[in-house]
């Protein structure tokens, strides 16, 4: 049974995995320059729902603010690049700051023993700050070396990504779409690695029964406060595609838009998968892409109708739905219920 899972296991993710650099190296000889553009946000948002993913779907915290870790990473990069002239040192700030921002935050909530319910609050409230406290450095007294912070107006001109050691041959849309799309595939494969160690048991563990876990000698904290890090981390990297893609960052980026954007983009793929996060980001994207072309619905409206929708129809997600009607529609044709292999099936864990 064992054999039978972790083949299963690495069929899934290989088959993942070799789908997305299909669509990496495809793309851009199928589609104009304008939708590569277009395509680098969808993947930037991807990493972004599968931070949120993580946290909420695997470790059972709901953060209300992950935007306060995808700004972070963004700001980060945008002020290291224009002081340091090096993306990829950039790039590697705009992961560790977060990281570094959520282990301090993380600390005070899980070693404080705060409710799941205020941690989410505390989440929210953190990013609302950041959105106001970037939103009033708008003087040019505001400044961290060269990077002027710009107030709500935010920060232009952001170097795009160059190779390393190489600051002056900045990458064009296509070179900027396969370092967005190849950081989607190693965040995905790295997630899925450690939901496979023994770490990533635990985590699980304590998200279905935190006194149990704790009396067999584990500490819930530390395992969730790693599991806040991992996320914030992601969230970070992001952060670091979403200033390339547009080489502007501004406080929005802090707004309970996109703290609720990410939350929907998980309810919609569904919980406790990681291809779930991916598929739904991707799917509220284009929703709001083709929703600001419009003007009879608001955007932020139809997004709400979008997340009632799905909580009342679909409350599962798409994926695990999807799944088990494959599941059922599987099982007949191989001997019934009753049959080890239908047996095996329905006892396989999520594989994507």
Same mark, same amino acid.
């Given at each position: 049974m064992k054999s039978l899972r972790s083949g299963s !296991?690495?069929?899934?993710?290989?088959?993942?995995?070799?789908?997305?650099?299909? %669509?990496? !190296?495809?793309?851009?000889?199928?589609?104009?320059?304008?939708? %590569?553009?277009?395509?680098?946000?969808?993947?930037?948002?991807?990493?972004?729902?599968?931070?949120?993913?993580?946290?909420?779907?695997?470790?059972?915290i709901l953060s209300f603010g992950q935007a306060a870790f995808l700004g972070i990473g963004a700001y980060t990069y945008a002020i290291a690049a224009i002081n340091f002239g090096d993306t990829t040192l950039a790039a590697a700030l705009s992961i560790v700051a977060p990281m570094l921002f959520a282990a301090l935050l993380g600390y005070f909530m899980f070693y404080g023993r705060i409710s799941d319910a205020y941690i989410g609050v505390i989440t929210l409230t953190v990013s609302v700050i950041l959105f106001e406290l970037m939103n009033s450095t708008s003087g040019s007294q505001y400044h961290i070396g060269e990077a002027v912070l710009g107030g709500f107006n935010g920060i232009p001109a952001i170097p795009v990504f160059a190779p390393p050691g190489k600051p002056d041959?900045?990458?064009?849309?296509?070179?900027?779409?396969?370092?967005?799309?190849?950081? *989607?595939?190693?965040v995905y494969g790295l997630l899925k690695w450690i939901l496979a160690s023994r770490f990533g048991r635990v985590v699980v563990a304590i998200r279905e029964n935190e006194t149990r876990a704790m009396l067999i000698g584990y500490d819930p904290r530390m395992y969730k406060l790693m599991s806040f890090v991992v996320g914030a981390g992601i969230a970070g990297a992001a952060g670091c595609i979403f200033a390339n893609w547009g080489g502007f960052i501004s406080p929005?980026? !802090?707004?309970?838009?996109?703290?609720?954007?990410?939350?929907?983009?998980?309810?919609?793929?569904?919980?406790?998968?990681?291809?779930?996060?991916?598929?739904?980001?991707?799917?509220?994207?284009? *929703?709001?892409?083709?929703?600001?072309?419009?003007?009879?619905?608001?955007?932020? *409206?139809?997004?709400?109708i979008v997340l009632v929708a799905f909580v009342l129809l679909v409350p599962q997600g798409v994926v695990p739905v999807a799944r088990s009607l494959l599941m059922r529609l599987s099982s007949p044709s191989k001997g019934g219920a009753g049959s080890p292999s239908a047996s095996s099936a329905t006892a396989k864990p999520e594989s994507h």
């Open positions: !296991f690495l069929g899934g993710t290989a088959a993942v995995i070799a789908i997305c650099l299909v %669509v990496m !190296f495809a793309l851009p000889r199928t589609i104009s320059a304008f939708g %590569v553009m277009q395509a680098t946000l969808f993947a930037g948002m991807a990493i972004y729902g599968l931070s949120q993913g993580f946290v909420w779907g695997y470790a059972g041959e900045q990458f064009d849309q296509i070179g900027v779409w396969y370092v967005a799309m190849g950081a *989607l595939i190693v929005t980026v !802090f707004a309970l838009t996109m703290s609720a954007q990410v939350i929907i983009s998980v309810l919609i793929g569904g919980l406790g998968t990681l291809i779930g996060p991916i598929l739904g980001a991707v799917a509220i994207q284009c *929703l709001i892409n083709v929703a600001g072309t419009q003007h009879v619905i608001d955007p932020s *409206l139809g997004l709400g």
